[in-house]
T-cell receptor
Framework: NAGVTQTPKFQVLKTGQSMTLQCAQDMNHEYMSWYRQDPGMGLRLIHYSVGAGITDQGEVPNGYNVSRSTTEDFPLRLLSAAPSQTSVYFC?????????????FGSGTQLSVL | AQTVTQSQPEMSVQEAETVTLSCTYDTSENNYYLFWYKQPPSRQMILVIRQEAYKQQNATENRFSVNFQKAAKSFSLKISDSQLGDTAMYFCAFMKHPYRGGADGLTFGKGTHLIIQP
């Protein structure tokens, strides 16, 4: 059981480049989300999805796009990378709404934008 | 909006000692959930303990327990018989009841770096 898989684990981009961070889960979870973690900060919610075809913004959505075409996948797109987007990105999923369902985290993607 | 405050950026204790990490939060919600997450150097986020606000009894998980004071909006984590493997960043997090509407997700504090000395 792989859980939540994020790729790549590390990435270096130049300012203005675009890329997609991949997130996949094999637990048939309805809820998926993306967080970013900056030094000295806790995780902050970027976008989330409560099911295929449904996405919504979190606390810090600017500069990021998401889509949810399947239950398994929830990619995060950076259209034009900026140094302010240098961070560690975490994808997370859970079976449904509510905290009774445990939130499973991926192992993170460390992104540097030069 | 909710805020979560962890006032101890770093703590250091000797192995086998008991340590308490502080967390306070601000919310106008009445139904919500509180969590403590552990992040070791591997970067993995690990759920340590969870508390539902409507439950008066404090949650416990083996060596980990919480002191939940709803009126004071305080949610501290106590680690008993600390072990070297407890060395990590610890994050306090808040989540409002999902059926209240609005944005979903966890609100995290900035974390406490806990170091267990041999």
């Amino acid at each position: 059981n792989a859980g939540v898989t994020q790729t790549p684990k590390f990435q270096v981009l130049k300012t203005g480049q675009s890329m997609t961070l991949q997130c996949a889960q094999d637990m048939n979870h309805e809820y998926m989300s993306w967080y970013r973690q900056d030094p000295g900060m806790g995780l902050r919610l970027i976008h989330y999805s409560v099911g295929a075809g449904i996405t919504d913004q979190g606390e810090v959505p600017n500069g990021y796009n998401v889509s949810r075409s399947t239950t398994e996948d929830f990619p995060l797109r950076l259209l034009s990378a900026a140094p302010s987007q240098t961070s560690v990105y975490f994808c997370a999923s859970r079976a449904g709404t509510g905290a009774r369902e445990k939130l499973f985290f991926g192992s993170g993607t460390q992104l540097s934008v030069l | 909006a909710q805020t979560v405050t962890q006032s101890q950026p770093e703590m250091s204790v000797q192995e086998a000692e008991t340590v308490t990490l502080s967390c306070t939060y601000d919310t106008s919600e009445n139904n919500y959930y509180l969590f403590w997450y552990k992040q070791p150097p591997s970067r993995q986020m690990i759920l340590v303990i969870r508390q539902e606000a409507y439950k008066q009894q404090n949650a416990t998980e083996n060596r980990f327990s919480v002191n939940f004071q709803k009126a004071a909006k305080s949610f501290s984590l106590k680690i008993s018989d600390s072990q070297l493997g407890d060395t990590a960043m610890y994050f306090c997090a808040f989540m409002k009841h999902p059926y209240r509407g609005g944005a979903d997700g966890l609100t995290f504090g900035k974390g406490t770096h806990l170091i267990i000395q041999p």
